[in-house]
């Protein structure tokens, strides 16, 4: 089933909303046809357990008008054959930075310590903190970038700004090559927290200690700004804190032990956090499974050691040997714990490594089925996005 998988980058997620309504001019003519196309005789996998032999899919508009086995072909419609090829629904990767501009790295203007905003605004006082930074108001169509992605099967991606504490909002968008308005499926998807300062020169926090004390005294702020009668002052991050409470909160942690870190505010605050974790989860798979917490894992498997050399094998320690050799078991171990995961790109080097290491979980114990629906089904049903994407 893998192997063929990336045939999925054709159809069922190129495919994904139809854009019926405009409300951008267009200079000249309308360049845009309504032809139907119907890919016929593929086997099509409805969502990842639902599997139609002999099908045909027609497609109008950007939608998919129907899939079914022995459907009719509308007259006229442009009919292509794929006996003997499979029809997926397209990935989707919920921890991108496609299309966000690089974090601009600040300068100090003079020595000695910074304890506050150098830039006056009606938002809160530390730089780590930016609830109310959109993704969907910064996001550029990046065509090269787009196609890499699209070459790997992936056709939806979760993207936000990857700097601070408190990230703001995540804007889930498809690899199209026209207009950002019209990549956009949710331009406030989720939500996003890490315990990374980012660029900020703000002394504080200076620790890992000092941002869980940060975001923690944040969600206080809030609770009584939101239940303050009087209040004495507006803080626009403290209003974009509230709004964006209902949306689905993704952490973002680089390790197991920030895994219960995490989700130990989240019980605090009454929060449930999907929490992209760093790859080491099966060395805690108990803790992490009992946070009840559904997981974005990447597959970043770390390289073979250079031990060759007994001065280079002197410096490679007992636990990088194990971890090398367990890190591709990570993803089977989530399944056998009964744990709901998606499966990131984020941290591979080479795009192309992403099917070599999806194929090395699968050889360590994932199965094709959960392998499957953690790159389609779950990742839409986490950002609420089910009936646009990932079936």
Known sequence: MIRNLVFSALLLSTC??????????????????????????????????????????????????????????????????????????SIIDLSSRYGMPKPEKKKRERPGPQLEKKVASGFGWNQAIKPEVNAS??????????????????????????DGIARGTSVLVTLGQGKENEQIIM??????????????????????MGSIALLRQTYLDAQWYNRAKNRTEENLSLDAWIELQSLPQIFDVKDK?????????????????????????????AQIRATRASCIVPINFPKPYEVSDPYDAYNVTLAQMK??????????????NGIEFAITSEGLKKKDDFWKSIRK????????????????????LLVKAGDKVGS
């Not at 950007?62 to 029809?87: E, H, M, Q, R, W």
């Not at 331009?187 to 890992?208: C, D, E, H």
């Not at 895994?259 to 989240?266: E, H, S, T």
């Open 187 to 208: 331009s406030r998807a989720a939500a996003n927290y890490s315990f990374s300062k980012g660029t900020s020169k703000q002394n504080y926090p200076s620790s890992l």
């Open 323 to 336: 971890h090398w050799e367990l890190a591709p078991t990570n993803l089977a171990t989530y399944e056998a």
């Open 257 to 285: 032990l920030s895994v219960m870190r995490a989700d130990k505010i989240g019980d605090e605050f009454s929060k449930q956090y999907i929490i992209k974790t760093g790859g080491d989860g099966y060395q805690r798979i």
């Open 16 to 89: 994904l909303l139809s854009r019926g309504q405009e409300t951008f001019p267009v200079n000249g003519m309308h360049g845009k046809d309504h032809l139907v196309y119907a890919f016929t005789n593929a086997k099509a996998y409805i969502d990842y357990k639902t599997i139609v032999d002999k099908a045909t899919v027609l497609v109008q508009d950007g939608k998919i008008l129907s899939v079914g086995s022995g459907a009719n072909v509308p007259k006229g419609a442009v009919v292509y054959d794929l006996d003997g090829k499979y029809i997926y629904p």
């Open 137 to 162: 108001e910064q996001f550029k169509v990046n065509a090269a970038e787009a196609k890499k992605l699209r070459k790997q099967g992936f056709g939806t991606v979760l993207t936000c700004d990857h």
């Open 361 to 380: 979980s699968i050889a360590h114990g994932l199965s094709e089925t959960a392998a499957l629906k953690a790159l389609t089904y779950t990742p839409a």
